[in-house]
């Protein structure tokens, strides 16, 4: 599975935890639609969901005039993963985890959302 595809069953999965609930493995299985389990995928999921209170801290550090409650759920899953990646994943380069969630933005948030997704990352890359 290439990367992207990962990156973007990742946020579907996480979504499905933040909105309902539900297990870490049960959301991986779901996306995963009967392909094989994908390694970096599920390195994605466990690891953000392992990391969530200090992701969720550094999420809060950077947002401007604004509360985490008010991020739309997909902003804030695109967010969680892209800092996952950049502050606990060695693997992926800060500018190539902050490009993906810009994409990703692009695809899955609303038309302001990759702007958005770019400050937010932009100021956690530069601390």
Not at 62 to 80: G, P
Request: proline share 2%; aromatic share 6%; hydrophobic share 40%.
């Amino acid at each position: 599975m290439k990367r992207r595809i990962a990156r973007e069953k990742a946020l579907q999965a996480l979504y499905q935890i933040d909105m309902s609930g539900t297990d870490t493995s049960e959301a991986i299985e779901f996306v995963l639609e009967d392909q094989k389990i994908d390694m970096f995928l599920q390195g994605l999921v466990e690891g953000t969901v392992n990391h969530l209170p200090e992701i969720d801290q550094e999420i809060n550090k950077h947002l401007e005039n604004w509360s985490m409650d008010r991020l739309s759920k997909v902003d804030l899953n695109i967010l969680r993963l892209a800092i996952y990646e950049m502050k606990f994943n060695e693997d992926v380069p800060e500018n190539v985890a902050i490009n993906e969630a810009v994409e990703i933005a692009k695809k899955f948030g609303d038309d302001k959302s990759g702007k958005f997704i770019n400050g937010i990352l932009s100021r956690v890359k530069g601390e």
